[in-house]
């Protein structure tokens, strides 16, 4: 078995994936075929983004396609569901953005329910809500209130946006809101902006998971931090590359943050713009960032870790990856 059909065979979360970005680009197709026929040029292997702005400009032109109702949005969770399942992920969170309540005009419930009720069986899926560094509007504030207070099936919240922009006052009481009813917290720090960022979203919002978190490798004493407050970085290399968020390959420091200890998962981000896919993201970590086999079942365990499944359940993955890893050794690969 080569590397590739022994990572596809493992059980694999994503903890790390905005549902907008993960449009599969057949929907485009089906849409209009005359104008997306071909994979685009953004979509091509060796393509690169010149910036955050270009890579966020085609990607809402193209999400803006095709989600415009709560129905979409259930119609395109199910296909990437079961496009998920069938890399054998068993896990999944993934967040929507809540700048798109006010773009489709529906109750944020609404769109909620119509990803929850895609989940497949075999597949256990956390939807979080995507909250914009600038998103505390008069027209989203009460909403973004309301989510973190009583929203019924959502499992936690992520702040999202350029990360240039301040981090507003009421940040800290919404995140302290959402924690005192038991949601998960996430934040994006440390992709484009310094580590700084990092360091202020677990100090100030109480987030242990942190999206990209790539500037940590600037700061000794925030690497020491993650490790002391058991923070985990959510990693998506391929994004990070072709966002030019590192320079070259080598520059990416997943393997250094593992062989610290610091604990980190491995997710795709937004597909729709990288064509990637979470088998892809495993290869690149071992063909690009030169990674032991060793490190990707790490990688692969710290995602179930992280979960919120039962430590049970959990224990059942932990078994099963175990003994794929052993069968594979025995093969004389690993
Ligand atoms: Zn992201």
């Known amino acids: 078995m080569d590397l590739r059909k022994f990572i596809r065979a493992l059980p694999k979360t994503e903890t790390h994936l905005h549902i907008e970005g993960a449009l599969p680009w057949e929907f485009l197709v089906r849409k209009d075929p005359v104008r997306f026929t071909d994979e685009p040029v953004f979509r091509s292997p060796d393509f690169r983004y010149d910036n955050f702005a270009q890579f966020e400009s085609i990607l809402i032109d193209h999400a803006m396609e095709i989600f415009s109702s709560p129905q979409d949005y259930h119609d395109v969770a199910k296909s990437i569901f079961n496009s998920l399942l069938d890399l054998n992920v068993r896990y999944l969170e993934t967040s929507f953005h809540a700048g798109m309540i006010e773009f489709l005009g529906v109750p944020g419930q609404e769109i909620l329910h119509a990803i929850l009720s895609a989940v497949p069986v075999g597949l256990e899926v956390r939807v979080f809500l995507g909250i914009s ?89 925030l690497m020491q931090k993650l490790l002391d407050h058991d923070v985990c970085l959510d990693m998506c290399p391929i994004s990070n590359f072709k966002l030019r968020v590192i320079d070259e390959w080598i520059d990416h420091p997943l393997g250094d943050f593992l062989n610290r200890g610091i604990k980190c998962t491995l997710s795709t981000d937004d597909p729709l713009s990288f064509n990637n896919n979470l088998v892809d993201e495993y290869m690149a970590c071992s063909d690009k960032l030169s990674m032991p086999i060793d490190q990707l079942i790490t990688l692969v365990k710290n995602g179930f870790g992280v979960s919120s499944l039962t430590q049970s359940e959990k224990n059942t993955f932990y078994r099963e990856i175990d003994l794929l890893w052993d069968d594979f050794k025995g093969n004389g690969v690993g």
Not at 146 to 161: F, Q, R, T
Not at 189 to 209: T, Y
């Open 133 to 221: 560094r600038n998103a505390y509007t008069d027209y989203l504030a009460p909403k973004l209130e309301s989510a973190v207070e009583s929203w019924e099936g959502l499992s936690g919240i992520d702040l999202h946006g350029p990360e240039d922009l301040p981090l507003d006052t009421w940040t800290e009481p919404l995140w302290a809101k959402a924690k005192h009813n038991g949601l998960v917290l996430k934040a994006h720090a440390g992709e484009f902006g310094p580590a700084s960022n990092i360091e202020h979203a677990i100090s100030n919002l109480g987030v242990k998971r942190i999206q990209h978190g790539v500037a940590a490798i600037k700061s000794e004493s």
